[in-house]
């Protein structure tokens, strides 16, 4: 059984949002009915209104609507890979898994003279004095 959360994720993409307020405006000038994004069935509604309907325009609608579903639904695959991380546009390296990647080598000693230290500001390594 899928969550709620998980039954509604495609709400989330905002050319898909779109097109289902489009659907959902169509309908309430048509039948006066609103249908909520929190309705249970709401792509069976939407789908039902769309059969009903006289007008071309909700079914045009409904039409492209499902067939973004349906290659949305095929398209979308679990993520395997771990993403780059980013930084102003760059990639980082990060050599811990799970840390952001930036990070800052304080404690870490020249062992030419003990009075500096490196670290990395911005993206570049730099001698700092202690």
Same mark, same amino acid.
């Given at each position: 059984?899928?969550?709620?959360?998980?039954?509604?994720?495609?709400?989330?993409?905002?050319?898909?949002?779109?097109?289902?307020?489009?659907?959902?405006?169509?309908?309430?000038?048509?039948?006066?009915?609103?249908?909520?994004?929190?309705?249970?069935?709401?792509q069976s509604q939407?789908?039902?209104?769309?059969?009903?309907?006289?007008?071309?325009?909700?079914?045009n609608v409904w039409?492209?609507?499902?067939?973004?579903?349906?290659?949305? %639904?095929?398209?979308?695959?679990?993520?395997?890979?771990?993403?780059?991380?980013? *930084? #102003? @546009? +760059?990639?980082? =390296?990060?050599?811990?898994?799970?840390?952001?990647?930036?990070?800052?080598?304080? %404690?870490?000693?020249?062992?030419?003279?003990?009075?500096?230290?490196?670290?990395? *500001? #911005? @993206? +570049?390594?730099? =001698?700092?004095?202690?």
């Amino acid at each position: 059984m899928m969550t709620l959360a998980a039954e509604r994720s495609w709400l989330l993409d905002r050319g898909l949002l779109k097109l289902v307020h489009q659907c959902r405006r169509l309908i309430l000038a048509e039948f006066g009915i609103k249908v909520h994004l929190t309705d249970e069935h709401l792509q069976s509604q939407l789908a039902a209104y769309a059969k009903k309907s006289r007008s071309p325009q909700l079914s045009n609608v409904w039409e492209e609507l499902r067939e973004k579903l349906q290659n949305n %639904g095929e398209t979308q695959e679990p993520q395997t890979t771990v993403p780059r991380k980013m *930084y #102003r @546009g +760059q990639p980082v =390296e990060s050599n811990e898994p799970g840390h952001a990647g930036i990070h800052d080598e304080r %404690g870490q000693e020249d062992s030419a003279s003990g009075r500096t230290r490196t670290i990395t *500001y #911005r @993206g +570049q390594t730099i =001698e700092v004095p202690v």
